[in-house]
Nanobody
Framework: QVQLQESGPGLVKPSQTLSLTCTVS??????????WSWIRQPPGKGLEWMGT???????YYSPFLKSRTSISRDTSKNQFTLQLTSVTPEDTAVYYC????????????????WGQGTQVTVSS
């Protein structure tokens, strides 16, 4: 059973960089044909796909966040990481990591694995 766990600070100040890590167990992030994504859900809004790192290490980003987003991985730790720069209060959301077989994630499909999510608040 694949499990994903998000970790990182729950409070970030405006203009700072948000860094979150997703630790994966029960499966390798280098296994072919799986894609590892970051998705967020602001309060009262729907899911927003942020970006994905593929099993190969290739990265894909939402055009709306591309200038501020970076996703990387540490295969030795079986983790992948999100960095979001220049945050504002509008970046306040629950942040999820997920394993999928597609690049762009817009919903929780039954075949996917998601972390439980972590609340991040941007406030001074």
């Amino acid at each position: 059973q694949v499990q994903l766990q998000e970790s990182g600070p729950g409070l970030v100040k405006p203009s700072q960089t948000l860094s979150l890590t997703c630790t994966v167990s029960g499966g390798s992030i280098t296994t072919s044909d799986y894609y590892w994504s970051w998705i967020r859900q602001p309060p009262g809004k729907g899911l927003e796909w942020m970006g994905t790192i593929a099993y190969s290490g290739s990265t894909y980003y939402s055009p709306f966040l591309k200038s501020r987003t970076s996703i990387s991985r540490d295969t030795s730790k079986n983790q992948f990481t999100l960095q979001l720069t220049s945050v504002t209060p509008e970046d306040t959301a629950v942040y999820y990591c997920a394993r999928e077989t597609i690049v762009v994630v817009t919903s929780k499909r039954p075949t996917a694995y998601w972390g439980q999510g972590t609340q991040v608040t941007v406030s001074s």
